[in-house]
């Protein structure tokens, strides 16, 4: 830890909690704290957070967070960065008050108005597929089933509007956050009229926009006196959660790319310049002028938790199972001839079918249940395989490094599966709050301490780096040959998931009461 030198804190406001760090200028965590934020699912894929809850948790993780800091370390404080879930948002009255609950990048109400509207047009001018995330869809939901709500709204924004909002009086948000609502034309970085006409809103109800890494505001005096900070500071425009994962991981160059072993699985790389791809989604870079390419699997980690949770050893209530990692470790590539398609949650890259199921396939009578663990897990890196060779192709740029990071990455068999699968090593990123460390070297790039404001060259100062995996090349063979006959299992079962998905309508199963929403 430095002694000296400027601090800066970060907040990373997720779908289920706010976390604040401090951080200095070696990227070296001084102070942590986190606040959780309740989901209410108020229908069937209805979800909803109570948006005063995204500041209030702000608020509140700042205030431990800075409370643990001796009165010296506190004057260091010299900027605020700020990071959150994208692709949701909220609608507020003219004193920031919320109208209705805001609804969440996981939200899948809008299905209709994703047929209605979902174009390869759209996606090529706002840089987002047609699916669930970009909150376009949901806000024309809002139109034809809420209309007084968008009426009503003084502004609609982001989670970072909001945050920042309550920090310094301005409804402003980072180009690099508010695009995440998918009303932006990419390519100018600013609303599309085209865009907000089908979403139903107008430009006055919008954030003013700053670049990522610019001032946005000070820091109200109240909050300063709350906080017990020695003067104001200021407020810097920060990124969605995925693209400050990739500054956190110094993934500021093409040839490098992330990946997040998550819930989900999210690989993205840098770009100077925009391509579309129906393969990807593009997202305007937390680096000021750049873009994101990113390809994005709903059925990562989630995946492997499902099978320990409704196959595994009931007494680890699907926790990690050591046991069950050392029995699939020793089953060959290819599983025995067992292959799977990992389309639990559908699928995303680069099919974008939301009526996609999974499938097991070769099951023998010699097979196990570890058989099955280690084919979910191989069948998951073969997407990944499969969609960095996309990447790579679109762009003509070859990956040197992958950066991993999430929950998956405390898988030794997982981590070296990637590695053998996709033939790039990989380099395990340290840092467990990765996204609010991009944040935090937006911030830290403001001060100068590096002698320069660019966040590149911040990132590729203070991320924090564990052990590199090189790839075992024999293996690789042998993967790749798997891959090309799992490969052939979507096209075709294709047709056969949109008759399922017709028969799963026709004769729903008993569905769950959810809880009411708060607001």
Not at 15 to 37: E, F, P, R
Not at 120 to 127: A, E, K
Not at 292 to 318: C, M, N, T
């Amino acid at each position: 830890m430095n002694s000296e030198g400027p601090l800066v804190i970060a907040i990373d406001s997720s779908t289920t909690a706010t976390k604040a760090i401090i951080v200095d200028a070696s990227g070296q965590v001084l102070q942590t704290a986190k606040n959780n934020i309740q989901l209410h699912t108020p229908a069937i894929d209805f979800y909803e957070h109570n948006p005063i809850r995204w500041w209030e948790t702000t608020r509140d993780s700042i205030a431990e967070a800075v409370s643990k800091l001796s009165p010296k370390d506190r004057e260091r404080i010299q900027a605020i960065g700020i990071t959150h879930q994208r692709e949701s948002f909220a609608c507020f009255d003219k004193e920031g008050k919320p109208i209705r609950n805001g609804i969440l990048w996981l939200d899948a109400r809008a299905t209709k108005q994703i047929q209605k509207y979902g174009s390869d047009h759209i996606h090529n001018l706002s840089g987002k597929p047609p699916g669930e995330p970009p909150a376009i869809y949901k806000l024309a939901w809002l139109k034809e089933n809420e209309p007084e709500t968008l009426e009503k709204a003084y502004k609609i924004v982001d989670v970072h509007g909001y945050i920042t909002w309550n920090m310094t009086g301005e409804w402003i948000s980072s180009e690099a956050c508010a695009d995440t609502l998918g009303l932006f034309d990419i390519r100018k970085r600013t609303f599309s009229d085209e865009l907000m006409n089908i979403a139903g809103v107008n430009r006055e109800q919008m954030s003013d926009l700053k670049a990522p890494g610019e001032v946005m505001g000070m820091l109200k005096q109240e909050l300063v006196s709350a906080w017990g900070l020695s003067k104001s500071i200021p407020v810097i425009a920060g990124a969605g959660d995925g693209m400050a994962a990739g500054i956190g991981a110094a993934v500021v160059t093409p040839n490098i790319a992330y990946l997040n072993l998550g819930t989900a699985v999210v690989a993205g790389v840098q770009s100077a310049e925009y391509k579309y791809s129906p393969v990807f989604r593009n997202y305007v870079a937390g680096i000021p002028g750049n873009f994101i390419f990113e390809v994005v699997q709903h059925s990562g980690a989630y995946l492997a938790g499902w099978f320990r949770q409704a196959l595994g050893d009931p007494k680890l209530l699907g926790e990690p199972d050591i046991r069950l990692d050392e029995k699939a470790e020793k089953i060959p590539p290819g599983c025995e001839g067992l292959v799977t398609l990992p389309y639990w949650n559908a699928v995303q890259s680069p099919y974008w079918d939301p009526v996609a199921r999974g499938a097991v396939v070769g099951w023998r009578g010699t097979h196990s249940r570890a058989h099955m663990y280690r084919s979910i897990l191989e069948a998951i890196t073969y997407e990944i395989q499969m969609n960095l060779s996309y990447l790579q192709k679109e762009t003509g740029v070859s990956l040197t490094s992958l950066r991993i990071m999430g929950g998956g990455t405390r898988s030794k068999l997982w981590r070296q599966m990637v590695a053998d699968i996709t033939g790039i090593p990989i380099t395990i990123c340290l840092e467990d709050e990765i996204s609010a460390l991009g944040a935090a070297i937006q911030a830290m790039a403001h001060t100068g301490v590096f002698g320069t404001q660019d966040i590149a060259v911040a990132s590729k100062k203070m991320a924090r780096f564990g052990d590199t995996l090189e790839p075992n090349l024999e293996k690789n063979k042998i993967y790749l040959e798997v891959a090309e006959v799992q490969r052939q299992l979507y096209p075709q079962l294709k047709d056969i998931f949109k008759q399922l998905n017709v028969l799963s309508e026709k004769y729903p199963g008993v569905k769950p009461e959810s809880p009411k929403s708060e607001l």
